[in-house]
């Protein structure tokens, strides 16, 4: 079946250093979503990505779908105490019906003072 | 408008008992999901309805199954629980398109002993 793997599970970072986190899926997607879960929460949305190559831009986060629609990516530029949580990708095959989203292993995200 | 609402958002049980667990989506969503997620295995899709119809199946035992009403809300219900079935039941509901976003609740905290 579908896999959706993230890299890297975690990462420590200083206030104002970037991250970047990682979603490669074993199949071809039809679209890819990202989600945020904040500790002691529930994924929250944050995006949609459906182009071959799309670039999308949320103030200082921007994610990108690959060329070949099998791989994201989520960049935070500068990031803050307010970014912490964990990084979802979730994909939707391009013969799997309905709302099954395979949900990506997720990056745990810390910023330090 | 009021979000997803899943109760109880607790719950203790001793192995071979049954649980239900109840959610409520948003207004006018058709669709609900339902994720176990657990620290090591993330978040794993069990099912999906739509319509009172069952449009998605994830890989757990028949031991898990679910349903839903005419009014979208949706029940799921594990029978003769295990130890490592402690986990954390989340909901999510959406419109039911293949490009929805998903709406989770707070999730239900399942612990078996």
């Known amino acids: 079946g579908q896999q959706v793997m993230q890299i890297p599970q975690y990462q420590h970072v200083q206030e104002g250093e970037d991250f970047t986190t990682y979603c490669n899926s074993s199949?071809?997607?039809?679209?890819i979503q990202w989600y945020k879960q904040r500790p002691g929460g529930h994924p929250v949305f944050l995006i949609q990505?459906?182009?071959?190559?799309e670039v999308k831009k949320q103030k200082r986060l921007t994610f990108q779908f690959g060329e070949a629609k099998k791989n994201s990516s989520l960049h935070i530029t500068a990031t803050q105490t307010t970014d912490v949580g964990t990084y979802f990708c979730a994909g939707r095959g391009l013969t799997g019906g309905g709302n099954k989203l395979t949900f990506g292993t997720g990056t745990q995200l810390k910023v330090e003072l | 408008k009021a979000g997803v609402t899943q109760t109880p958002r607790y719950l203790i049980k001793t192995r071979g008992q049954q649980v239900t667990l109840s959610c409520s989506p948003i207004?006018?969503?058709?669709?609900v999901s339902w994720y176990q997620q657990t620290p090591g295995q993330g978040l794993q899709f069990l099912f999906e309805?739509?319509?009172?119809?069952q449009r998605n199946k994830g890989n757990f035992p028949g031991r898990f199954s679910g349903r839903q009403f005419s009014n979208s809300r949706s029940e799921m219900n594990v029978s003769t629980l295990e130890l490592g079935d402690s986990a954390l039941y989340l909901c999510a509901s959406s419109w039911g398109g293949g490009d929805s976003p998903l709406h989770f609740g707070n999730g239900t905290r399942l612990t078996v002993t």
């Open positions: 207004s006018g969503h058709r669709s």
């Open positions: 990505l459906v182009k071959s190559g």
């Open positions: 309805y739509f319509s009172e119809t």
């Open positions: 199949t071809t997607l039809s679209n």
